[in-house]
């Protein structure tokens, strides 16, 4: 006689993802649910934005919990049950505010949950390797983050992601200029970086991890789209979409603020905005000791500028990418 399993709970391992909404979260909760292997809980703010509504016909549960201090017991009662949980921690505007006990907060509320294993969004901490020169808490508050992390009684994994496509959709909008299209960008134009699309390779790299978690215990696993400079995003650009484009330089203060004046008014931001980008060329995005084609061996899929522009058929135009 065949048992009944239409009311079977589902047994599959349970990941809690923080952030659910944003570029990385949803990523993961994507990537997590289309492999069939788990169950995602899904914490965001709000659980009714068409991104969350997208997530739960995926099968996620749609939990709200924002991003933000004094949510401790929501989080812990958020954890409790998951095998793994993915952390990130949203940029907090200085000089107020740090990511730091926000980080912590989300790490302590796991361990008390009993989840087994963490992934957490990192970068390098620029402090440090810059020896104080350059400023970039963004950076440095996830680096003390994760090594807070390292310090718990949880296992634990890190992601590093490269510079964004989307901020040149998004917060680096190009702008006409009679018939050509200029892209300020925030590198100088001979400078080659690491560039990645959150939206699509955040996932698959930490569902590897979490189907394999002692092989990465402790590990911090860069993830890379490609590894391009401004003029080559802007020939690719001309020659995907068949538009007059050229290059501006919005890596110094008068470029940035000449493109972007609304900039001009929030100076610990552009203080932060230069002292990242200058990190970058004068330190190296990523330390040296970082494997650059892990995650393109690990994702063979993850994508390039080129295929980036073809699969967004972006051109040009100011886009949001929601919550």
């Known amino acids: 006689m065949e048992r009944d399993l239409s009311n079977a709970p589902d047994t599959k391992p349970l990941i809690v993802v923080t952030g659910a909404t944003s570029k990385q979260g949803r990523s993961v909760a994507t990537s997590l649910l289309r492999s069939g ?44 049950g998951a095998k793994g949980a993915f952390l990130m921690t949203p940029p907090i505007a200085p000089p107020d505010k740090s990511e730091l006990p926000l980080g912590r907060q989300l790490a302590d509320a796991a361990v008390e949950a009993g989840v087994e294993h963490v992934v957490f969004s990192t970068l390098e901490n620029v402090d440090t390797r810059s020896e104080g020169r350059k400023y970039a808490p963004h950076f440095t508050d996830k680096a003390l983050i994760a090594d807070y992390i ?27 200029e009679g018939d050509t299209l200029l892209l300020p960008i925030y590198l100088p134009e001979e400078f080659r970086a690491p560039f990645v699309d959150p ?3 955040t996932g698959p790299i930490v569902l590897e991890i979490f189907l394999n978690p002692e092989l990465y215990q402790g590990s911090t696993l860069p993830i890379v789209g490609d590894i ?96």
């Open 199 to 201: 939206l699509t390779a």
């Open 150 to 176: 390292r310090t718990l009684p949880i296992g634990h994994s890190f992601v590093m992601l490269s510079f964004f496509y989307t901020n040149l959709l998004e917060y680096y909008v190009p702008r006409m």
């Open 228 to 323: 391009i400079s401004p003029a080559e995003m802007v020939d690719t650009f001309s020659r995907v979409t068949g538009r007059k484009a050229e290059y501006r330089n919005a890596f110094h203060q008068t470029g940035l603020l000449k493109y972007f004046p609304e900039f001009a008014s929030h100076d610990l931001l552009v203080r932060e905005l230069l002292g990242m980008v200058e990190y970058a060329v004068e330190y190296g995005y990523f330390s040296t000791e970082r494997d650059l084609s892990l995650s393109r061996k690990l994702d063979p899929d993850a994508i390039s500028w080129e295929n980036f522009l073809r699969k967004t058929d972006w051109q040009g135009d100011a886009k949001k990418f929601g919550i």
């Open 37 to 80: 292997k788990f169950r995602v809980r899904a914490l965001s703010r709000h659980t009714d934005t068409p991104i969350a509504i997208n997530l739960k016909a995926l099968g996620a549960e749609m939990v709200a919990v924002p991003l933000e201090l004094g949510n401790q017991a929501a989080l812990r009662k958020a954890f409790r």
